[in-house]
Structures are given as C-alpha cells and as structure tokens.
C-alpha cells in the first residue's frame, strides 16, 4: 500500500506573489490553494507560473477537466501574476458556487 502525501499549495507562488505586492492576506488564501503531492510541488510545478504550469505540464487532452476539478478560471488571461486580483475574484466565485452545491 502506498500513500499519497499531498499538501494545500497556491496555484501561483508566494515569491511571485509577493514580489508584485499582493497582500499576504490574499496569497495565503483559499482562493489561491491547490492539493499537490510533494514531488509535484517541488519539482515540475515549483516557482513557474500558473499559466506557464497550465500550457505547459497539463496536457492538452486532460486540460478542461483539470480546470474544472481545481476550480481554475478558463479565462487564460487570468493564469498571469499581474491579473492574480481578477483571478483571486473568479476563483472565489467558483469556489463558492462548488460549496452552495452541497448547501
């Protein structure tokens, strides 16, 4: 039996994040989490961004389901650090709409 070890980590990273300013209110966020396992996080994932993650490590075939499951805006737009505010917004939106589902 093996176990997966997975860890709540931002979909964009904190230097990134907090090199353009973002509060760290908003970083360390549930808007921003993701389950990762270990491996990932800190190997093909580790201080890319989201959109450089997406485009490039998420095969295309998989995309959209990927998307859906981690509750990732599909505006591609939003994938870069200078829009993570809108992000930030449209995540929370469908985060929240996912929870009133089980409400």
């Known amino acids: 039996m093996s176990i997966l070890c997975l860890k709540s980590r931002g979909h964009y ?24 396992d270990s491996g990932t996080n800190r190997g093909i994932k580790n201080g890319k961004e989201l959109a450089d993650w997406i485009q490039n490590c998420i095969d ?3 995309q959209k ?9 599909r505006d591609k737009s939003l994938w ?5 505010d809108q ?3 449209e995540r ?11 409400l």
């Not at 389901?65 to 805006?73: D, V």
């Not at 870069?80 to 993570?84: A, D, G, L, R, V």
């Not at 929370?92 to 089980?102: E, F, G, H, P, R």
């Open 13 to 36: 990273t904190y230097s990134l994040l907090k090199r353009a300013g973002v509060d760290e209110s908003r970083i360390n966020n549930i808007a921003n989490y993701q389950l990762l």
């Open 60 to 62: 295309n075939s998989i």
């Open 65 to 73: 389901g990927y998307l859906e499951r981690h509750l990732i805006p």
């Open 80 to 84: 870069k650090t200078e829009n993570y």
């Open 87 to 89: 992000f930030f917004v």
């Open 92 to 102: 929370s939106k469908l985060i929240a709409a996912k929870l009133n589902t089980y």
